[in-house]
């Protein structure tokens, strides 16, 4: 089958600052419980609260209650909130394209992410592109990372793993802290960590002529969310990093600040708080990054190792052509290798939407 090919390099010819970006609205939120149980609505919703330092990461990684998610979950949440949108507005949610918050990001930072890979699947219903993880290939990734040698004395995948999790359980309150007791805020320390409950925001935004519809977690408010349903939510996302010593690390830094700033772009969550870690896991401090000046950072004190509006201005040209090359049923995969320049898009069954798309999703959508 025929294979379409957008190249992602060179990107100087993505530069400029021309792209029209909508401001990411939520229009529905869902949640996973502690037990993976979903649920419609914002039961899982943490409100932040800065943790006491200094903090040390590694208190009850015996206990630590990971999520396994190697099962395919498609759209399948995403497609249940949205459906339950439309019934409630009787309104048909419009995009050009619906999918994970984690998909855009892929997109977004490719052009200043050579090494890493991606493979997705598509597919065109009713005029949307839907996009979804292969699950196959997130699956081998992460045996590729699991099986990756540690250099001896630095701590294993799986405990830095556990770190990134137990600073979010100490960085946040189940209630607002008004409605949160001192012992409570102090026993945030014992909490078992586990990484199941997820609060879900589902927004619209767009980029260039693309409307999309995105749903991705975030970490907590910062203080309630509001009232009205037009005002902005205070996000905050929550992030470890390791404290920078020298030039090097400074640098590793700036290209983190590229993932920090694309995932946070994407859902408009504003305030970024970083937890910097020494090698043993404490965090001895905390900064506070406003989302929407990284860029302008980046290029003006940074080594300009990564350019926004490059990573817009590409985002807004690869779905201008996606559009024209997915337009049918079956399946598409989009794929960008290891290190390769090029994003490759073909078809990999002729029809239908494969497991995509839920059956409910697809009767509730035609009966509509
Ligand atoms: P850090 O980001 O502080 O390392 P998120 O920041 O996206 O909310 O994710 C929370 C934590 O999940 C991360 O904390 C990290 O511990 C873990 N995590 C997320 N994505 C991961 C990945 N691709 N590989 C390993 N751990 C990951
Ligand atoms: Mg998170
Ligand atoms: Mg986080």
């Known amino acids: 089958m025929s294979r379409a090919r957008f190249d992602i390099q060179p990107v100087d010819r993505f530069g400029g600052s021309g792209t029209t970006i909508r401001r990411p609205r939520e229009i529905a939120c869902f949640s996973y419980d502690q037990n993976r149980q979903f649920s419609l609505g914002d039961s899982s919703i943490s409100y932040y609260y800065p943790p006491d330092l ?19 979950e498609h759209l399948d949440a995403l497609l249940d ?51 979804e993880e292969n699950n196959e290939y997130k699956n081998r990734q992460k045996e590729v990372q699991r099986n990756q040698r540690m250099p001896p004395g630095m701590a294993s995948q799986e405990q830095m793993m556990y770190w990134g999790y ?41 980029i260039g002529h693309t409307r999309m519809v995105l749903g991705g977690e975030v970490d907590a408010v910062w203080d309630c969310k509001p009232d009205r349903k037009e005002d902005t939510i205070h996000w905050v996302e929550l992030k470890t990093s390791a404290e920078i010593r020298n030039d090097r690390d400074m640098l590793k830094y700036e290209r983190k600040l590229l993932k920090f700033w694309a995932q946070s772009f994407l859902l408009g969550v504003p305030t970024i708080i970083v937890g910097f870690r020494d090698q043993e896991g404490i965090v001895h401090r905390l900064e506070e990054l406003d989302t929407a000046s990284i860029p302008g950072k980046v290029k003006k004190v940074g080594r300009g190792s990564w350019d926004g509006n490059i990573c817009i201005n590409f985002t807004a040209a690869f779905f201008d052509w996606l559009k024209q090359t997915i337009q ?12 390769s320049p090029v994003i490759e898009v073909f078809k990999v069954e002729d029809s239908g939407h494969g497991d995509i798309l839920s059956s409910a999703f697809t009767s509730w959508r035609s009966s509509m």
């Open 166 to 206: 137990k600073f979010e359980v100490l960085s946040v309150l189940r209630q607002p802290w008004d409605s949160t007791t001192r012992a409570e805020i102090e026993n945030r320390q014992n909490e078992v960590v586990n990484n199941s409950a997820q609060y879900c925001s589902v927004v619209k935004t767009g």
């Open 54 to 72: 200094p903090a040390d990461l590694n208190i009850g990684f015996n206990t630590f209650q990971k999520l396994n998610d190697s099962a395919d």
């Open 81 to 131: 909130t949205i459906t339950a949108l439309e019934k409630e507005t009787e309104k048909k949610c419009e995009a050009d394209i619906i999918t994970w918050r984690g998909m855009m990001t892929k997109i977004l930072t490719a052009p200043f992410d050579m090494m890493n890979g991606f493979e997705m699947n598509a597919t065109c219903f009713q005029g949307t592109i839907f996009i």
């Open 328 to 339: 049918e049923d079956g399946i598409w995969r989009i794929r960008k290798q290891e290190k």
